[in-house]
């Protein structure tokens, strides 16, 4: 019987996949206020993951397939911090270990291969994050969102939605503001005639890529102006930051404030997209608004939430779905495109993540290929 190091085998099981992911890396697995004593299961990088939490609050993340006879352990119970299958009641606990077989003829012995696979998470900015490589999990690969931890400052509401498409092209569509006076109009969009006098800036800090738009003298768009009414009172300045962190972490952060002032009348949202490849042609979006205005506002949250879903689970995903259906592959490069100047950071993102995960497959290909030095025979 042949036996592979743990960390061998599961390097291996991950080059199985069918499609090319950033592994060793974060991805949101879920918010915060979706994980509960109840079992939960979703599916992250075309793998079922069962979250819960334990009695004492700290998140378990599982395999949700039963290694028995592949019945989904979501539809089991949780007894205490032991998760029972529904089919035959084999026992698990967060740590993946087989507890109890139930079953006197085999004299209650654990079978060998009755182990469930793991996944290190950490609950930061109201998300729980899961690490879906075989490395060793790197906190400082969080993305920074940290407003999301500031209520003092910052007011927010949060949402999630299923794309019938690449995470890619989601990356493209929040990287690219200018659709927004097209796709957006009479929303969040700017005008048109604004669009054409702002200042853009495109740059990179390692492997955080900006793109940074500023400009004078404007009216905000009308959804800004709906969450402020005082914006319309007045032009603006505006500023447009948007970034990126591997592999689909986004932040969009606009302020806008009474033009040639110092700040006037701020008004500053932080709009977080983090998006999880679910499998191939299917992503979920994590979608989080953040304001610094109206802390005590309920009724904002209502307009604000009606506005995320017009713009970014309406207008957004429906022209991303489209995209999908004509294109039919995540491989933009393969086709032939009239370029913008609007693609500049969305392409330089591509190829950077192109070059994370084309060197994440070399590892693994060398793996792979000194695997059988690491084999050791074992008596069964």
Known sequence: MRRLVPAIADARSESDSTMNYLRN????????????????????????????????GSIAAVSNVCPHRFAPLDKGRLIGDVVECPYHGLQFDGS?????????????KIPPRARLKTYPTIERYGVIWIWMGWKTPDPALLPDYGWLEQPETYREIHGLCEVKAYYELIVDNVLDLTHLPYLHEGGLGVSKKDLEVENVEDVNEGDTYWCKRWSNGIA???DFMRFNPILAEFKCDKTNYVRWNAPSHVAIMPNYWKSGTDREHLTNLHI????TPAREGHTWQFWSLARNFGLDNDPLDEIMRKAARVGLEGEDVDIIEAQYRNMGTSD???LKLAALPGDITPTRVRRALQRMIAQEQAELA?????AHEVETEATA
């Open 332 to 334: 933009l490069f393969s």
């Open 220 to 222: 905000p768009s009308p």
């Open 96 to 108: 993946g270990a087989c507890v109890r077989n139930p079953h006197p003829h085999g004299c209650g």
């Open 366 to 370: 060398e793996i792979a290929s000194q």
């Open 272 to 275: 977080a997209t983090m998006l």
């Open 25 to 56: 890396t974060w991805y949101a697995a879920a918010w915060a206020d979706e994980v509960s004593r109840n079992l939960f299961s979703r599916e992250i990088l075309e793998e079922q993951v069962l979250l819960f939490r334990r009695e004492d």
